[in-house]
């Protein structure tokens, strides 16, 4: 079974402080894939990042950084210097080699008080 | 941003109605999917296609029930509505069954 635990509800910083979303997934699976996406108060749900299995390097683009690490099945987002735009609630989600299905975690909503 | 467009955006209905959402796509991407959004579930699978059609359920599916008769089209219909049916429903699709990308949702009441 595939599962998807986002353990932060909610989050409050305020702006220019660091914030990490904590994602930990299940599964049997040794061929993966791991996403994170956006969805701002509009409603849309932004793809942010794909990151496979076999590819445990950490990834950054600009404020945003991604940290995969199998041996604790976390793949953990991290914001440096958050912004008021920065707003929003994250899914982290999981998708297995075995199936075409996603599984989405329930999500953090993460306000940036300025 | 990937082509999906999704219609009705917003609708009203009574129990027992039947309902049906169109999610159009620009992509000629392979896989669709559709959700619902509900609070504290984040995003649940109903259906998903992987190609013309080609369908399978997801997690939540009893209730639903799609259609995808050409490539761009895919339709969700709930054949009798309910008010536990009352959601945001969001399409996506995929190129590879890798990283989705979503419609802008349409918000269902059933009352």
């Known amino acids: 079974a595939q599962k998807v635990t986002q353990a932060q509800t909610e989050i409050s910083v305020v702006e220019k402080e660091d914030v990490t979303l904590d994602c930990v997934y299940e599964t049997r699976d040794t061929t993966y894939y791991l996403f994170w996406y956006k969805q701002p108060p509009s409603g849309e749900l932004v793809f942010l990042i794909r990151r496979n299995s076999f590819d445990e390097q950490n990834e950054i683009s600009g404020r945003y950084s991604w940290n995969f690490q199998k041996s604790t099945s976390s793949f953990n987002f991290t914001i440096t210097a958050s912004q008021v735009v920065d707003s929003a609630v994250y899914f982290c989600?999981?998708?297995?080699?075995?199936?075409?299905?996603?599984?989405f975690g329930t999500g953090t909503s993460l306000t940036v008080i300025p | 941003d990937a082509g999906i467009t999704q219609s009705p955006r917003h609708k009203v209905t009574e129990t027992g109605t039947p309902v049906t959402l169109r999610c159009h796509q620009t992509e000629n991407h392979r896989y669709m999917y559709w959700y619902r959004q509900d609070p504290g579930h984040g995003l649940r699978l109903i259906h998903y296609?992987?190609?013309?059609?080609?369908?399978d359920k997801g997690e939540v599916s009893d209730g639903y029930s799609v259609s995808r008769s050409k490539t761009e089209d895919f339709l969700l219909t709930l054949e009798s509505a309910t008010s536990s049916q009352t959601s945001v429903y969001f399409c996506?699709?995929?190129?590879?069954?890798?990283?989705?990308?979503f419609g802008p949702g349409t918000r269902l009441t059933v009352t």
């Open positions: 996506a699709i995929s190129e590879l069954a890798l990283e989705q990308y």
């Open positions: 989600a999981l998708s297995a080699k075995s199936g075409n299905q996603f599984y």
């Open positions: 296609s992987y190609g013309v059609k080609d369908t």
